[in-house]
């Protein structure tokens, strides 16, 4: 299971904090997979056949700091465990463009990271994170995350959620310690 964090909404979609739905989203449509709205499971849902396993997406439609309670519910509905998971969300300690993997650990205080860490009771499960920078940047976090890429930082955006595509494939195929091998070197 690929779990895309974001907060729902059109207003939401090209901001910041949407990256890793917005890469979730990619990997749907290259392989035709529609994302349907399930009430029950507060996320839109897609699955398919990938690497000769059964798969499943999910973008939760929470708002982010209530993002574990989708993934828990679709955990259990699935009946899958959280070594199966990998979660994709942003991440303002990486420079725009650059994605980490990592197999467990701390939410880093990324408040989607800690729902899920909270909902599911552990923090034994895969993660990418998708930089999104800070640079130099002062003021509020909160309204940093929730604004919109600037238009000369969207190339960069488009690399990189095409690169997270690659990069979840991987996962699927090859798991965690190949993807963090090929992906997690610093980007010149």
Not at 55 to 80: D, E, F, H
Not at 135 to 154: H, I, M, P, S
Not at 172 to 178: F, P, W
Request: net charge positive.
């Amino acid at each position: 299971m690929i779990v895309g964090l974001g907060n729902p909404g059109p207003q939401y979609r090209l901001t910041r904090h949407n990256a890793g739905a917005r890469a979730v989203e990619a990997l749907a449509r290259k392989h035709g997979w529609k994302l349907k709205k399930s009430i029950f499971l507060k996320s839109l849902v897609a699955s398919g056949e990938l690497f000769k396993s059964k798969i499943y997406l999910i973008v939760p439609q929470t708002y982010m700091n209530l993002s574990g309670r989708a993934v828990a519910a679709c955990l259990r509905k699935k009946r899958l465990h959280s070594q199966g998971l990998l979660v994709v969300c942003d991440d303002v300690g990486l420079p725009l463009g650059e994605m980490r993997f990592r197999a467990r650990g701390s939410a880093g205080g990324h408040n989607g990271l800690k729902s899920v860490i909270e909902h599911i009771k552990t923090d034994e499960f895969n993660r990418m994170r998708l930089g999104i920078g800070r640079g130099a940047q002062e003021g509020d976090l909160a309204d940093y995350v929730l604004a919109k890429f600037a238009v000369r930082e969207e190339p960069a955006v488009e690399e990189m959620i095409e690169a997270a595509v690659h990069a979840m494939e991987t996962w699927l195929e090859a798991g965690i310690d190949k993807s963090m091998n090929l992906f997690n070197a610093k980007k010149n």
